[in-house]
């Protein structure tokens, strides 16, 4: 294929995903007007519209939406094989780029992080913040985490920590005003912090365990409303009222005192996190090293 069709291809497939050609043009390093000029060559080139342009976004039509589906894959395909290719002989290097929640930050990565950075240097991580079921193949990232139970079947899974248990937490502060929940039943009289979930079509439940074995879920109602679980974590910390968290993110602060747990035997564990991706891509040996990195052994028990 001549460089030139790979330029346009490159081009347009930028547009496609950032739907504006200041953006792409950033992302490539060229001046808007360029990036327009090589995309409206492809299209006088393939006698077809690609983008509907207006004053104030981009939108693909029919037909660019079946090429950004078609070769936006095999393009990042080629480009894989050839980092990987090129890396050979040499230490892992490479821009990585993960979709997650703020609590796989915390709790999975953020722990090994530091060493990882510091064992391979040439080696850059760029995280985004996502509590949605983000299309990791089709928003070009090289992987996600999700709980065991969210894992998409045509994706490979690899562990990355242990079982998570989720607490209902408040401040001492917040129990000096308000007598503890003897059940979850108790929460619809509480102060309940509530976290947005795109993905749930509204807040989160609060799943439980009762003491038959048999699982429960509710929404509380409260004063407040936040779409990560850090967000709330300070919540419950400042006294606004009681959070519903993995219990590794709350431990330090119980652990301080800052924080108070109730409803321990009522808690319930869920299957824990999982680094996924695609398995038709050949990955790189930066991301291979990223996985082995984070993989999760499960502690062989001594008798």
Request: proline letters at 6%; one cysteine or more; a neutral charge.
């Amino acid at each position: 294929m001549p460089r030139d069709h790979i330029n346009e291809l490159t081009a347009f497939l930028a547009v496609a995903k950032e739907r504006s050609f200041t953006r792409a043009a950033a992302e490539l390093g060229v001046t808007p007007s360029a990036l327009s000029h090589t995309v409206r060559g492809l299209e006088e080139r393939l006698g077809v519209r690609l983008l509907s342009r207006t004053t104030r976004n981009v939108a693909t039509t029919d037909a660019g939406e079946q090429l950004q589906k078609r070769v936006g894959p095999l393009l990042e395909q080629v480009s894989a094989e050839l980092d990987s290719v090129a890396s050979l002989g040499s230490k892992p290097a490479g821009s990585i780029r993960i979709t997650c929640t703020d609590a796989a930050i915390e709790l999975v990565f953020r722990p090994k992080l530091l060493a990882f950075l510091r064992q391979y240097p040439d080696i850059n991580i760029e995280f985004s913040m996502d509590y949605a079921f983000v299309d990791i193949v089709a928003e070009r990232f090289d992987a996600g985490v999700r709980i065991g139970e969210a894992v998409e079947k045509d994706m490979v899974a690899t562990r990355v920590g242990p079982d998570w248990r989720f607490c209902v937490v408040g401040s001492p502060d917040y129990f000096r005003r308000h007598l503890p929940p003897a059940t979850p039943h108790d929460l619809r009289r509480h102060n309940c912090i509530n976290m947005r979930m795109t993905t749930a079509g509204g807040n989160l439940k609060w799943e439980f365990r009762e003491p038959t074995g048999r699982e429960i879920s509710f929404r509380f109602t409260g004063q407040t409303t936040f779409s990560n679980s850090m967000l709330v974590l300070n919540a419950a910390i400042d006294g606004i009222g009681l959070g519903y968290i993995p219990y590794d993110l709350a431990k330090p602060y119980i652990e301080t005192g800052s924080l108070v747990e109730v409803l321990l035997e009522w808690s319930l564990e869920c299957e824990g996190p999982y680094l996924y991706y695609p398995s038709r891509r050949l990955h790189s040996p930066a991301f291979a090293a990223l996985v082995e990195a984070m993989r999760y052994h499960i502690p062989i028990a001594r008798e």
